[in-house]
């Protein structure tokens, strides 16, 4: 029997070792007043007491302090409330839509419920070049819903519900500071959606392939296959990020091994008036080439040229390496991408890249992205 138990004081939540080992419990959320749906809200609720007393430093910080939340004194309650608002994502792309070809023309994912009126943040692939979308309730209820935006510098996409929902919406977390260690909640939405553990295992930049790059990125480990929009919370219930990828090798201090990648929320507040006013931020009217690339020891490889794309038009090939743009060093995705974006969105672009072990240089006229996009027929 345990010191504390001997001197009649009240037993503190789970070990450390036992979060760990409940990292790879999984729940359904169809029926979520179950033993162990209570035993993994008493976890993470443990979680929320333990910050309080807790002063190991954060993994990751933001400048904003915490805003207290009226749910705060019963964390089981925030948490339940947060699982609650994530609702399962439906779409359909538009016919012919070249994102079809990647995506699929059905894809479906998950939100979470952000507004009173029924504006619901997920992950803006599940939305891209959509003719029509709708929302699943956990009671298989199929809400129709109109696309608000889509986000290409965030990632971010939001759709708005066209019939009351009757969901509380989640308080998006004011700081992002996570520690050591702690139990933050992963839930996915829709027929088959899921609440399990996470751990954070690192917060940095992430460039994607395909003409991509975030800063303050959320990694979480174990890894989930029904990432698409789902949401991450903190044991006050509170949305830390929006599920994009997952990745084979997560970096941070933890054992290196696949986990997923989250779009933070704390890039959503200065774009959300301008993504429900114009559907889309300033930042994501930026010059596209229309190439996937990958960072290797030698430099900046493409891997993957987009029909009729730029690239395509200007003959870039799969297999070249980018040395330069506009005359400057390409040393990895961040730097080429950062490069390619500051300047106007449609310009002539110079490359300059080494194929089959001979230098040439290629003349791109880069376009706005957003304008590639198809829209629906009702639009």
Same mark, same amino acid.
């Given at each position: 029997?345990?010191?504390?138990?001997?001197?009649?004081?009240?037993?503190?939540?789970?070990?450390?070792?036992?979060?760990?080992?409940?990292?790879?419990?999984?729940?359904?959320?169809?029926?979520?007043?179950?033993?162990?749906?209570?035993?993994?809200?008493?976890?993470?609720?443990?979680?929320?007491?333990?910050?309080?007393?807790?002063?190991?430093?954060?993994?990751?910080?933001?400048?904003?302090?915490?805003?207290?939340?009226?749910?705060?004194?019963?964390?089981?309650?925030?948490?339940?409330?947060?699982?609650?608002?994530?609702?399962?994502?439906?779409?359909?792309?538009?016919?012919?839509?070249?994102?079809?070809?990647?995506?699929?023309?059905?894809?479906?994912?998950?939100?979470?419920?952000?507004?009173?009126?029924?504006?619901?943040?997920?992950?803006?692939?599940?939305?891209?070049?959509?003719?029509? !979308?709708?929302?699943?309730?956990?009671?298989?209820?199929?809400?129709?819903?109109?696309?608000?935006?889509?986000?290409?510098?965030?990632?971010?996409?939001?759709?708005?519900?066209?019939?009351?929902?009757?969901?509380?919406?989640?308080?998006?977390?004011?700081?992002?500071?996570?520690?050591?260690?702690?139990?933050?909640?992963?839930?996915?939405?829709?027929?088959?959606?899921?609440?399990?553990?996470?751990?954070?295992?690192?917060?940095?930049?992430?460039?994607?392939?395909?003409?991509?790059?975030?800063?303050?990125?959320?990694?979480?480990?174990?890894?989930?296959?029904?990432?698409?929009?789902?949401?991450?919370?903190?044991?006050?219930?509170?949305?830390?990020?929006?599920?994009?990828?997952?990745?084979?090798?997560?970096?941070?201090?933890?054992?290196?091994?696949?986990?997923?990648?989250?779009?933070?929320?704390?890039?959503?507040?200065?774009?959300?008036?301008?993504?429900?006013?114009?559907?889309?931020?300033?930042?994501?009217?930026?010059?596209?080439?229309?190439?996937?690339?990958?960072?290797?020891?030698?430099?900046?490889?493409?891997?993957?040229?987009?029909?009729?794309?730029?690239?395509?038009?200007?003959?870039?090939?799969?297999?070249?390496?980018?040395?330069?743009?506009?005359? !400057?060093?390409?040393?990895?995705?961040?730097?080429?991408?950062?490069?390619?974006?500051?300047?106007?969105?449609?310009?002539?672009?110079?490359?300059?890249?080494?194929?089959?072990?001979?230098?040439?240089?290629?003349?791109?006229?880069?376009?706005?992205?957003?304008?590639?996009?198809?829209?629906?027929?009702?639009?």
């Amino acid at each position: 029997m345990s010191d504390a138990l001997n001197r009649g004081r009240p037993a503190r939540p789970p070990s450390r070792l036992l979060r760990r080992d409940l990292l790879r419990l999984r729940f359904p959320r169809r029926h979520p007043v179950t033993v162990l749906a209570a035993m993994l809200l008493g976890l993470l609720a443990g979680g929320a007491a333990d910050a309080e007393e807790d002063t190991e430093p954060a993994v990751a910080a933001s400048a904003a302090p915490h805003a207290a939340h009226p749910l705060r004194g019963d964390p089981a309650l925030a948490l339940q409330r947060a699982s609650d608002a994530v609702v399962g994502v439906e779409v359909h792309g538009v016919d012919g839509a070249p994102s079809n070809d990647m995506l699929g023309q059905f894809r479906a994912g998950s939100g979470v419920v952000i507004a009173d009126d029924g504006l619901v943040l997920t992950i803006g692939y599940l939305l891209m070049e959509a003719e029509d !979308a709708s929302l699943v309730l956990d009671s298989g209820r199929r809400v129709p819903a109109r696309v608000v935006g889509v986000d290409l510098a965030s990632g971010f996409g939001l759709v708005q519900a066209l019939l009351p929902l009757a969901v509380p919406p989640a308080p998006l977390a004011h700081d992002m500071r996570v520690r050591p260690d702690e139990a933050l909640m992963l839930v996915s939405g829709g027929g088959e959606g899921a609440i399990s553990l996470a751990r954070l295992s690192a917060r940095r930049a992430y460039s994607g392939y395909w003409e991509y790059h975030i800063d303050g990125a959320l990694f979480t480990q174990p890894p989930r296959t029904d990432h698409s929009g789902a949401g991450l919370f903190n044991a006050r219930g509170e949305l830390l990020g929006i599920g994009s990828l997952l990745v084979m090798d997560t970096p941070g201090e933890h054992q290196a091994g696949p986990g997923n990648m989250f779009v933070p929320v704390d890039l959503l507040g200065p774009i959300l008036r301008e993504l429900r006013e114009r559907g889309s931020s300033s930042a994501s009217h930026r010059a596209w080439l229309g190439v996937n690339c990958l960072e290797q020891a030698e430099g900046v490889r493409v891997v993957r040229v987009s029909p009729d794309s730029p690239a395509e038009d200007a003959g870039v090939e799969a297999g070249d390496l980018i040395q330069r743009i506009d005359g !400057a060093s390409v040393k990895d995705l961040e730097g080429f991408y950062k490069r390619l974006w500051s300047g106007r969105a449609e310009r002539r672009v110079a490359l300059e890249v080494l194929r089959d072990g001979k230098p040439r240089r290629i003349d791109v006229h880069s376009v706005d992205r957003m304008m590639t996009l198809r829209r629906a027929r009702s639009i």
